[in-house]
């Protein structure tokens, strides 16, 4: 039979959406033109080399297949390292400004409703030192706002040296600043908050801890730095970007800062930005300098500025009117049902929420909370899927389901609520050790694969009563979770080991933290001060 369907992670355009992204495309391209840029295409197919030093999403990956040589092939899933690898391989004369429109391609989960196709439009200005190039990307993303997006764009600056300031500064080793750096970034916040705990003698310390929020307006920053003190580089830095600030707010633009979160490339060197509208949980333009990149190619150091605009994000708001029919302007929390509900109500209503509405739900899903909260009710593993996709602002979902998928949104506070343990179990007799393929019966494969590491199992996946899987014959143990004891005790299971413990967290979408920062901040640190009360 004849394949109809279209493969999870693609879409066809038609009519007014298609037209649209025509419409935007060739806005983009003309724009260049105008300015005199040089239009560059490169093929869809790249040997998968070019791509090295490339960061790819979390969970994505490239589509890679075998060439005519042994060399692996992929389809680009970026169109900066192509013209890197371009430009390393001809004598064209640079300086130079180029444009390009094209498409990128990256895998993702199936069925988590990522988009794995996206169009870029964008320039790379190769071999520009000063910060004219950077003003210009400032210049055209103007003109973007202004002409397709009613001026409702935000745009942030950051700074790819600033983590690095800081670090210096602090004396960290490699592995204690990747540490550091990957719980800054992700917002892990308990693990970032453990980590600098270490640090509270240092004079640094007060900025560490305001560390995680410095992102937002002028005046949110400012108003965080008030009794600071920056390491002399990173202070020189953020005044920098202050100044910049300053000068993008004079013509007009809205403008963000934001020193706390990673640089969407690791090949970016200087000032990074990026923009976003309100309401739309995708960023429509990102860049950055990055004078390092072309020397990867061929040894030859050469400063560059480039940004792309995502076509699909810019058509999409454009067709849905400026501001997302999705939010409302309030709050948005997807709670998980059961437990972990029971015991976040409580919490919530101490920092002055009133609850009734959630107590007295009956079936309703979407259940208003006063005027400024909509809490959504789901199963855990879709609470991440509804945060992923930008649809709610925050989760409250406990860390097995987080451990278990490739979470891309930012763990911000351990409510240190649902405690209880992930444990290898089985019956007496067991011998974990027995030089044989295990059967293992689990919900979490993911967390059980991670456990065993390089020790081959076979994993059976049960969606619940996971005891029985042993008893019955079907597993030689289980990895699940414990809280109690009664259910292994009641069942004549035994723990063989401990794994990791298990609390509910909440999460936040990385852009719905920008967005919605203050009321944000200001439900964590309620919520943070009534945990510290019990
Ligand atoms: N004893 C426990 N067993 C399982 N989960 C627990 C326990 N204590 C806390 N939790 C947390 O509760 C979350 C939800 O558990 P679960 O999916 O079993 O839902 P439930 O509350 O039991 O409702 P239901 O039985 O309808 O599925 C888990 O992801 C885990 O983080
Ligand atoms: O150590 P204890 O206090 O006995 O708690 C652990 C049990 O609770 C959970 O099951 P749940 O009641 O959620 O049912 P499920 O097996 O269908 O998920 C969990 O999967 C264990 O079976």
Same mark, same amino acid.
């Given at each position: 039979?004849?394949?109809?369907?279209?493969?999870?992670?693609?879409?066809?355009?038609?009519?007014?959406?298609?037209?649209?992204?025509?419409?935007?495309?060739?806005?983009?391209?003309?724009?260049?033109?105008?300015?005199?840029?040089?239009?560059?295409?490169?093929?869809?197919?790249?040997?998968?080399?070019?791509?090295?030093?490339?960061?790819?999403?979390?969970?994505?990956?490239?589509?890679?297949?075998?060439?005519?040589?042994?060399?692996?092939?992929?389809?680009?899933?970026?169109?900066?390292?192509?013209?890197?690898?371009?430009?390393?391989?001809?004598?064209?004369?640079?300086?130079?400004?180029?444009?390009?429109?094209?498409?990128?391609?990256?895998?993702?989960?199936?069925?988590?409703?990522?988009?794995?196709?996206?169009?870029?439009?964008?320039?790379?200005?190769?071999?520009?030192?000063?910060?004219?190039?950077?003003?210009?990307?400032?210049?055209?993303?103007?003109?973007? %706002?202004?002409?397709?997006?009613?001026?409702?764009?935000?745009?942030? !600056?950051?700074?790819?040296?600033?983590?690095?300031?800081?670090?210096?500064?602090?004396?960290?080793?490699?592995?204690?600043?990747?540490?550091?750096?990957?719980?800054?970034?992700?917002?892990?916040?308990?693990?970032y908050n453990e980590l600098i705990s270490e640090f509270k003698n240092n004079a640094l310390y007060p900025f560490l801890t305001i560390w995680p929020r410095l992102f937002g307006t002028v005046n949110d920053i400012k108003n965080e730095l008030t009794q600071v003190i920056l390491p002399a580089g990173a202070q020189?830095?953020?005044?920098?970007?202050?100044?910049?600030?300053?000068?993008?707010?004079?013509?007009?633009?809205?403008?963000?800062?934001?020193?706390?979160?990673?640089?969407?490339?690791?090949?970016?060197?200087?000032?990074?930005?990026?923009?976003?509208?309100?309401?739309?949980?995708?960023?429509?333009?990102?860049?950055?300098?990055?004078?390092?990149?072309?020397?990867?190619?061929?040894?030859?150091?050469?400063?560059?500025?480039?940004?792309?605009?995502?076509?699909?994000?810019?058509?999409?708001?454009?067709?849905?009117?400026?501001?997302?029919?999705?939010? %409302?302007?309030?709050?948005?929390?997807?709670?998980?049902?059961?437990?972990?509900?029971?015991?976040?109500?409580?919490?919530?209503?101490?920092?002055?929420?009133?609850?009734?509405?959630?107590?007295?739900?009956?079936?309703?899903?979407?259940?208003?909370?006063?005027?400024?909260?909509?809490?959504?009710?789901?199963?855990?593993?879709?609470?991440?899927?509804?945060?992923?996709?930008?649809?709610?602002?925050?989760?409250?979902?406990?860390?097995?389901?987080?451990?278990?998928?490739?979470?891309?949104?930012?763990?911000?506070?351990?409510?240190?609520?649902?405690?209880?343990?992930?444990?290898?179990?089985?019956?007496?007799?067991?011998?974990?050790?027995?030089?044989?393929?295990?059967?293992?019966?689990t919900k979490y494969p993911t967390v059980t694969k991670q456990y065993f590491g390089s020790q081959d199992v076979e994993i059976i996946k049960i969606e619940g009563s996971v005891e029985l899987a042993p008893l019955v014959g079907l597993a030689d143990a289980i990895v699940d979770i414990t809280e109690t004891g009664?259910?292994?005790?009641?069942?004549?299971?035994?723990?063989?080991?401990?794994?990791?413990?298990?609390?509910?967290?909440?999460?936040?979408?990385?852009?719905?933290?920008?967005?919605?920062?203050?009321? !944000?901040?200001?439900?964590?640190?309620?919520?943070?001060?009534?945990?510290?009360?019990?």
């Amino acid at each position: 039979m004849v394949q109809k369907q279209l493969p999870t992670g693609f879409r066809d355009d038609i009519g007014a959406v298609a037209e649209r992204k025509d419409d935007v495309s060739q806005y983009l391209l003309s724009l260049c033109r105008n300015r005199q840029y040089t239009k560059i295409s490169t093929p869809l197919v790249e040997y998968k080399d070019v791509f090295n030093g490339y960061t790819l999403g979390r969970g994505q990956h490239m589509y890679e297949f075998f060439g005519s040589s042994d060399a692996s092939v992929v389809i680009r899933p970026d169109l900066t390292m192509p013209i890197g690898r371009f430009l390393a391989t001809t004598n064209i004369e640079l300086p130079r400004k180029f444009y390009y429109l094209g498409d990128v391609l990256m895998k993702n989960k199936q069925h988590r409703g990522d988009i794995n196709q996206v169009t870029q439009g964008g320039i790379e200005m190769v071999g520009y030192e000063g910060i004219e190039a950077e003003l210009e990307c400032f210049n055209i993303i103007k003109e973007v %706002n202004e002409s397709q997006l009613n001026n409702t764009l935000l745009l942030e !600056i950051g700074d790819a040296r600033f983590s690095r300031a800081i670090t210096d500064a602090l004396g960290l080793t490699d592995g204690e600043r990747t540490d550091l750096l990957d719980a800054l970034f992700t917002k892990y916040l308990p693990r970032y908050n453990e980590l600098i705990s270490e640090f509270k003698n240092n004079a640094l310390y007060p900025f560490l801890t305001i560390w995680p929020r410095l992102f937002g307006t002028v005046n949110d920053i400012k108003n965080e730095l008030t009794q600071v003190i920056l390491p002399a580089g990173a202070q020189r830095i953020l005044d920098s970007l202050m100044d910049l600030a300053g000068q993008i707010e004079a013509t007009g633009q809205q403008v963000r800062i934001d020193v706390s979160t990673e640089p969407l490339q690791s090949y970016y060197t200087g000032l990074t930005f990026r923009g976003y509208v309100d309401g739309v949980s995708q960023y429509i333009v990102s860049g950055g300098r990055y004078d390092g990149l072309l020397s990867g190619f061929d040894g030859t150091p050469m400063p560059s500025v480039g940004m792309a605009f995502n076509i699909d994000v810019l058509t999409a708001v454009f067709v849905q009117g400026e501001s997302n029919t999705k939010d %409302n302007g309030k709050l948005r929390i997807a709670l998980t049902k059961g437990r972990v509900e029971k015991d976040f109500i409580p919490l919530l209503e101490s920092c002055g929420v009133d609850c009734e509405p959630l107590r007295n739900k009956a079936r309703k899903l979407i259940i208003p909370l006063g005027d400024s909260i909509e809490v959504i009710l789901a199963k855990g593993p879709d609470v991440t899927t509804y945060l992923n996709n930008g649809v709610v602002d925050l989760g409250i979902v406990g860390s097995d389901v987080l451990d278990e998928q490739d979470n891309t949104s930012y763990e911000m506070l351990d409510l240190k609520t649902g405690q209880c343990q992930f444990i290898l179990a089985s019956l007496e007799g067991y011998d974990p050790k027995e030089g044989r393929r295990h059967r293992i019966g689990t919900k979490y494969p993911t967390v059980t694969k991670q456990y065993f590491g390089s020790q081959d199992v076979e994993i059976i996946k049960i969606e619940g009563s996971v005891e029985l899987a042993p008893l019955v014959g079907l597993a030689d143990a289980i990895v699940d979770i414990t809280e109690t004891g009664t259910t292994l005790r009641e069942n004549n299971l035994k723990i063989y080991d401990w794994l990791q413990p298990i609390s509910t967290r909440l999460v936040a979408n990385p852009l719905a933290l920008k967005q919605k920062r203050n009321t !944000i901040f200001a439900l964590i640190d309620q919520l943070q001060a009534a945990i510290d009360k019990k």
